[in-house]
């Protein structure tokens, strides 16, 4: 693995165990006084969330499957995928997708909304956001299917909206 990577996944673990030490010590101590606490909650399967927490949100054609490898121990398939139409961040031309295995297959030629993290390393990888599997989009313009979302809204206008914090449908 890239020292990039080790040292991204790295603080990402130190930072829960950080957080899960605090909450069990502000559990089992007794304050002097009443503890008010902000609860963030990050659903996977909501529009919004999904939008606010990826690094990018596109459109994109999976050209191939390249390859597999194991990632902090998670084995997972590698992609290539083609951004088409941008909804948040900057990307363009080709980038490489990590999908963890056990998710349904990426078939070539497909086209979805991807959320991502970037890894931010050289080879311009990036991750699904976790929790979160690619919505299936051959058609920007098609009506948005299996969601609560309002009626006649495109693939288009609800990852707009998503990514504008406007809509609380879930995917």
Request: proline share 8%; charged share 20%.
């Amino acid at each position: 693995m890239k020292k990039p990577l080790l040292a991204c996944l790295a603080a990402v673990l130190t930072a829960a165990v950080a957080t899960g030490g605090y909450l069990a010590l502000q559990h089992v101590t007794d304050p002097s006084e009443p503890v008010r606490t902000v609860t963030a909650s990050y659903d996977p399967g909501a529009a919004r969330d999904v939008a606010s927490s990826a690094d990018d949100v596109f459109h994109g054609t999976v050209v191939r499957l390249t390859g597999r490898r194991t990632i902090a121990e998670i084995p997972s398939r590698l992609y290539e995928v083609r951004v088409g139409h941008v909804f948040k961040g900057g990307l363009t031309g080709t980038v490489t997708l990590t999908q963890p295995e056990g998710h349904p297959t990426l078939e070539p030629g497909g086209k979805y909304v991807f959320a991502t993290t970037s890894w931010h390393n050289e080879d311009n990888e990036h991750g699904l956001l976790s929790g979160t599997r690619p919505y299936p989009a051959p058609d920007l313009t098609a009506p948005v299917l299996g969601t609560p979302a309002r009626a006649g809204v495109t693939v288009a206008e609800y990852w707009r909206d998503a990514v504008d914090g406007r809509t609380g449908s879930s995917r």
